[in-house]
């Protein structure tokens, strides 16, 4: 028999599977690029310069529709932060964010607020990575 708590967690990951089919099943058929319904990045409409997510939209439309090319011009970041979190999540199976060493959290941080500036400045190869 499921006690209360275990139904619960099971009640809420069939939501969030259910929720994660319904996006992908609304972004592989609306382009980011032709719809308006998707948000904007308020930090591109203030500063004019992409933020590390710039581009993740479009990103995810590419990969749902088998371009990888196209979703790796788009914003490469996921490219390379995937693997290396998945790695990270099977060697420390955390319980919870907590168990997760903070020279991991900061390196990660740096990771990101790095590839953010490089992708902004306006020399090859990182004026590819503008969208």
Request: proline share 10%; hydrophobic share 55%; aromatic share 16%.
């Amino acid at each position: 028999m499921i006690s209360g708590f275990q139904g619960r967690r099971i009640l809420w990951w069939v939501a969030v599977i259910v929720a994660a089919a319904a996006g992908s099943v609304m972004l592989y058929f609306f382009a980011p690029a032709e719809y308006p319904f998707y948000p904007k990045c308020l930090f591109h409409l203030a500063t004019g310069l992409s933020c590390p997510g710039c581009g993740s939209l479009r990103a995810a439309h590419s990969l749902l529709h088998g371009d990888f090319a196209a979703a790796f011009r788009f914003n490469p970041l996921p490219f390379v932060l995937f693997p290396i979190t998945g790695l990270a999540w099977i060697i420390y199976r955390p319980a919870s964010l907590t168990s997760i060493p903070p020279k991991w959290v900061w390196a990660l941080l740096g990771v990101i607020i790095g590839f953010g500036v490089l992708r902004n400045l306006p020399v090859a190869p990182f004026t590819y990575l503008n969208p």
